[in-house]
């Protein structure tokens, strides 16, 4: 495959030949993963047009408290304002376009820009411009607000046109069910590990959704995983094992009421994936011992399943639920080789720290397994930049690396964009395959 130079590249003429010329089955080209130019097309089509997950609500309890969110060159304050309505704007003040925000977080009653003071509402409206000529009209000047929806206790926000954003509701009806057992809005923050990753964001999302590095890379994590302990090997005779021990425990939770399967709504803006299985034989938690994480289970839940839940939101955000607590995973685009990772862990909101839980012991498993990744991401990154990479192509243990780049050269193209939206019955997607990231 010839090599291509992505300091050669007219983008706005080339892009659907590179799209046109991407093998199926492999890697993508180059400056995929390298150049600012297509780093900037993956803002504009894939991140400014997907919900992108920013934080649980516990982070800002109170009137006025906020935190500034850094996305892909892009700063955005998100405040609580009255009636517990959670706000984000651009951090751009609309006189001269300083940053309003200095403090990365705080609790402010308005928003006053320190250049040259126009103040504004925790909504976005302007309170304050001082000696403004005759004709000046404030409500000109609100802040540049994206959308947000709060779900579960998890705020998202979309950057792009209002029109064009996919239908959260389709995403939250169909996420419920699977979701609403753990009360997520009921949980508070047991503690947050930062990931800083320089690497571009599509690295990093192709690490997280495959398991063929899993043996080489992470033996804590096989370790807690039955899935990887069996099946992880790829021969029928681990396969089987895993069957066997997920068939006991399909009894066991389906005698609980628990959920159990696979389901994939089909969503043409965002993907979308949901699954419950076992941890492993005896394990109650995804801790190192398979014993509990929290003495406190998660919202209504009255006992172990021996299982976990994973949901996909997009690209950006990955929830693995245990029982007794949640690993939030968040994706960040920063910029063509930066990307922010961050765990954070939920627990039950009254737990109490040092009684009912460790903050290590929570985050134990997918601190020491993102610490690896981080640094074979990295690697990957390097190699990828050399002059003699070339796209290579996937293993039958990465298939979801090949959905996740032919739903982004979706997004990525102008001509394939999807936009439609639709609405099926989970019932129909809802199936007890064996599940193997
Ligand atoms: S730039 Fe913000 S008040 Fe002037
Ligand atoms: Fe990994």
Known sequence: MQKIDARQLDLTHDVEGFIDRQQPGFTLEQPFYTSPEFFQLDKERVIFRQWQFVDHVSRIPNRGDFFLFTIAGEEIIITRGDEDKIHAHFNVCRHRGSRLCLEKQGRKRRLTCPYHAWSFELDGRLANARQM?????PNDYSLHSCQVRVFEGLIFIYLGKEEEAPDFDYIADNYLPWIAPYKLADTKIATVRHFPTPAN?????ENFLECYHCRPSHPEYCSTMGHVTYDGDGTEEGMEKYRVMYNRWLEK?????????YFEPPCPDQSLRVSRQVIKDNAVSTTQDGGPACKKLLGDLTDYDGGDAFFAFGENLYLLVSDDYVALLRFTPLDTLESDVTITYLVHKDAEEGVDYEPDRV????EVTTEQDAKIIIDNQKGVLSDRYRPGPYSKLEGNCETFIRH??????????PTSKLNINPDDYTGEAIFSI
């Open 133 to 137: 000529p005759d004709g000046f009209d």
């Open 408 to 417: 982004y050269l979706k997004m990525l193209s102008a001509a394939e964009r």
């Open 253 to 261: 939770a389906k005698a609980q009421g628990r959920k159990v399967g």
């Open 363 to 366: 985050a134990w498993l997918w």
């Open 201 to 205: 964001w599509k690295l990093v999302v």
